[in-house]
């Protein structure tokens, strides 16, 4: 599909606020295991929405096709749905959403000629015969190539419009070996914002990093349990991106706020460490275009960094349109939605802890037992902040200095309560290359931040 840049000539077909989006987002996934290719896909999904409030009510409609006539019909039929859904409730009449003006366009794709499938599953070949032949003890390689490009076109009843094209691109190495009859793994993203062509440049970039990835499974390999309890931890800022974002941010959204969550009651109290500032960050940090930049949302509001968090007190939820107007503040830009078809939720940009003045060589010699967690694997959070991630990668603090390697285990605890034992950040911000969260529906995220030194509870043998 075709999107313009400028689709506010079809604003006639509004009559009540509305908002108009057509969007189209491109996959490209190739999959190796062990040389052989297990996916291979290239696809596209593409349409048109509108969503039309009045008297605080919503409805919204999509179709799979653009022009004149389907723009029409989604807008009609997401007018007949809030007529419909005003009829039914009638409590909110006369509700209306703070205005927000916002115009930006934003074109990150490429200037580099396209290249086709094949040449994808070539430079993924290429990947996995140099771990093939450098390292044939691995019990298994995969490797996958992925780009996602997220364009769309965007008008509102209200003067906003936007244009964007953000592209994520990765080269994803999954490596495991054998260790008394069972497997251990590790992987490793390497990429981010950008289309392939910009990010992956040529497979012989990345073999000392493959290097890199298996002499460390190796080393988690021969690595030993962590001591279980409550341990002094380095988390580096892979795993404090995810507690910033899964723990701390889900909980400070105010559609959440709204359903129960614990940040509900604690606005303007410290909640966390004195040391500890959070911020969804919009779209640059330290002048440094962030990993999901957002200049305009979904609804067309001006997208501005939400300072969550400042100096151990909570400031700020996180809002749309809607939620803005029930607590009486405006929003920053975090209404967003993943495809065409879906309406914009609340939903974080670039989550992540504000640096701190420590190095990590002075947080790692603060520590005469305990642990350095470089890696997660998975995790989960609920709207309390009790969580529960998993610890792919790590090692041993011993006397001020980095020791073996662990084995797989996990960390858990309330988020609230384990950020209040904070006492030395780094100075350095680190971002990740592939976060996705998956409320509701999956979308791109920024997450990572610098390494936070704190106490957790660590599983054991």
Not at 256 to 261: K, T
Not at 424 to 447: D, F, L, N
Request: glycine residues 10%; aromatic residues 8%.
């Amino acid at each position: 599909m075709n999107i313009p840049h400028d689709i506010s000539q079809y604003n006639h077909h509004f009559r009540d606020y509305t908002e108009l989006r057509v969007q189209e987002n491109r996959v490209t996934r190739i999959s190796l295991t062990n040389g052989d290719v297990t996916g291979n896909v290239s696809s596209a999904q593409s349409g048109v929405s509108a969503r039309v409030f009045k008297d605080g009510n919503w409805g919204f409609s999509s179709a799979p096709e653009f022009n004149d006539d389907s723009v029409g019909r989604v807008v009609k039929s997401s007018t007949e749905n809030v007529q419909f859904m005003n009829l039914k409730n009638t409590s909110r009449c006369g509700l209306i959403l703070p205005d927000t003006l916002g115009e930006y366009e934003m074109d990150f794709a490429t200037k580099k000629p396209r290249e086709n499938q094949k040449y994808w599953v070539d430079f993924a070949r290429e990947v996995d015969g140099y771990l093939e032949k450098k390292f044939p003890e691995l019990l298994s390689r995969n490797v996958m190539v992925a780009g996602t490009d997220m364009e769309k076109s965007l008008s509102t009843s209200d003067g906003s419009k936007s244009y964007s094209m953000t592209p994520r691109s990765f080269l994803v190495v999954t490596v495991a070996i054998e260790k008394d009859g069972n497997p251990v793994n590790l992987y490793e993203f390497f990429g981010g914002l950008g289309q392939m062509e910009d990010n992956l440049l040529s497979p012989s970039d990345f073999l000392p990093k493959l290097d890199d990835l298996v002499s460390r499974l190796k080393q988690k390999a021969d690595g030993v349990f962590p001591t279980a309890g409550l341990q002094n931890v380095i988390m580096d800022a892979d795993l404090a991106g995810i507690l910033a974002h899964e723990a701390i941010g889900h909980t400070t959204e105010a559609d959440l706020v709204l359903g129960g969550s614990v940040a509900g009651d604690l606005m303007g109290q410290e909640v966390v460490s004195p040391l500890i500032t959070l911020v969804d960050y919009a779209n640059t940090f330290d002048d440094k275009t962030c990993p999901v930049p957002v200049y305009v949302d979904d609804e067309g509001t001006p997208s501005k960094d939400t300072v969550i968090i400042k100096d151990g007190v909570l400031k700020n939820f996180m809002h749309n349109k809607e939620s803005a107007q029930h607590f009486e503040t405006q929003p920053d830009g975090n209404a967003r939605a993943y495809a065409f078809s879906d309406e914009p939720l609340i939903r974080m940009r670039n989550t992540a802890f504000v640096p701190g003045t420590n190095s990590l060589e002075d947080m790692i010699s603060s520590i005469d037992d305990g642990y350095y967690l470089t890696k997660s694997s998975n995790g989960q959070a609920d709207s309390t902040s009790e969580f529960m991630f998993g610890i792919a990668m790590g090692y041993e603090i011993k006397n001020g200095k980095i020791g073996r390697a662990i084995k797989e285990t996990t960390i858990s605890g309330i988020a609230f309560d384990v950020l209040k034992t904070v006492d030395m950040i780094s100075e350095e911000m680190s971002w990740s290359a592939g976060g996705m969260c998956g409320k509701k529906q999956w979308i791109p995220v920024g997450m990572g931040g610098p390494a936070i030194k704190c106490k957790v509870n660590i599983g054991g043998r």
